[in-house]
């Protein structure tokens, strides 16, 4: 099985810890954590795969910058509709991951970082289901040129 | 330095934040902040109450993607007001326990 795909079942095991109980808030905050890094974890593997030399791609999906890639993600899911009418669809495929990916990059800092907020398991299920829409979604647009050029421009070349 | 104009112009946000009521089924309370996210983009930040049924695992999916729909729809906060908007989901029987003043 993938990483990323661990990584989601990782979150749900640890959201389900002590259902019957209150969910311990250390066990919520990392399935929330492990939630964003499954979608991290797939764009930036998919983006690896597009380098040449098998023996580096590990170390190219390094290079991605999560600050970088929230900006590429952010003009992503707010940019206009294109004028083609053929690629609409599947723009608005890749808004909801670019969009996700804004989302649960800002909820996993949350998670990780603020320890004033207290998090639900309805909170950490919601952060889980849309990370696993999103990379549902990104299996049916990832051959797309639109998908392509969202890989490329995740790296912050532009 | 640019100010979006959901900072710029707040009296007007909330005159629009308040006329998105009546909220979508489901939705117990609906409240929000203003702050900056974790890069120190403006964004704004929607705390929803959600009834217990509306918030049941094999729905919430369907539940927070209407709610998240409803809200761009009506209120657009990135392209009328600068805003990035972030949703908490949490299920009214959690609320009544963890009584966060956030989400009312």
């Given at each position: 099985m993938a990483y990323h795909d661990d990584l989601i079942r990782h979150a749900i095991f640890l959201s389900d810890l002590n259902l019957q109980d209150e969910p311990k808030q250390v066990d919520l905050r990392r399935a929330v954590s492990a939630a964003y890094y499954a979608l991290f974890h797939l764009l930036t593997t998919e983006a690896a795969q597009n380098w040449k030399n098998d023996s580096q791609r590990n170390r190219f999906a390094r290079m991605f910058d999560h600050g970088r890639m929230k900006t590429c993600s952010s003009k992503t899911s707010s940019r206009a509709i294109p004028?083609?009418?053929t690629e609409i669809p599947i723009d608005t495929d890749l808004r909801l991951v670019a969009d996700s990916f804004v989302k649960l990059q800002q909820a996993r800092h949350t998670a990780d970082y603020d320890n004033?907020?207290?998090?639900?398991?309805?909170?950490a299920y919601e952060v889980i289901a849309q990370a696993e829409d999103?990379?549902?979604?990104?299996?049916?647009?990832?051959?797309?040129?639109?998908?392509?050029?969202?890989?490329?421009?995740?790296m912050g070349t532009r | 330095m640019y100010l979006p104009r959901g900072v710029a112009q707040p009296t007007e946000l909330i005159k629009h934040l308040n006329a998105l009521a009546p909220y979508p089924p489901g939705v117990v309370n609906l409240r929000y902040t203003?702050?900056?996210?974790?890069?120190?983009?403006?964004?704004i930040f929607f705390w929803?109450?959600?009834?217990?049924?509306?918030?049941?695992?094999?729905?919430?999916?369907?539940?927070?993607?209407?709610?998240?729909?409803?809200?761009?729809?009506q209120l657009d906060p990135v392209g009328q007001w600068g805003l990035i908007p972030y949703f908490n989901f949490r299920s009214q029987s959690e609320q009544t326990k963890l009584k966060e003043e956030v989400f009312g």
């Amino acid at each position: 099985m993938a990483y990323h795909d661990d990584l989601i079942r990782h979150a749900i095991f640890l959201s389900d810890l002590n259902l019957q109980d209150e969910p311990k808030q250390v066990d919520l905050r990392r399935a929330v954590s492990a939630a964003y890094y499954a979608l991290f974890h797939l764009l930036t593997t998919e983006a690896a795969q597009n380098w040449k030399n098998d023996s580096q791609r590990n170390r190219f999906a390094r290079m991605f910058d999560h600050g970088r890639m929230k900006t590429c993600s952010s003009k992503t899911s707010s940019r206009a509709i294109p004028i083609d009418p053929t690629e609409i669809p599947i723009d608005t495929d890749l808004r909801l991951v670019a969009d996700s990916f804004v989302k649960l990059q800002q909820a996993r800092h949350t998670a990780d970082y603020d320890n004033s907020k207290a998090w639900s398991r309805t909170q950490a299920y919601e952060v889980i289901a849309q990370a696993e829409d999103a990379m549902t979604i990104w299996s049916n647009i990832r051959e797309t040129e639109l998908a392509q050029d969202y890989l490329f421009d995740l790296m912050g070349t532009r | 330095m640019y100010l979006p104009r959901g900072v710029a112009q707040p009296t007007e946000l909330i005159k629009h934040l308040n006329a998105l009521a009546p909220y979508p089924p489901g939705v117990v309370n609906l409240r929000y902040t203003i702050d900056n996210d974790w890069s120190g983009d403006p964004a704004i930040f929607f705390w929803i109450t959600l009834s217990d049924d509306a918030a049941r695992l094999p729905i919430l999916s369907q539940t927070s993607r209407r709610l998240m729909d409803f809200i761009a729809q009506q209120l657009d906060p990135v392209g009328q007001w600068g805003l990035i908007p972030y949703f908490n989901f949490r299920s009214q029987s959690e609320q009544t326990k963890l009584k966060e003043e956030v989400f009312g």
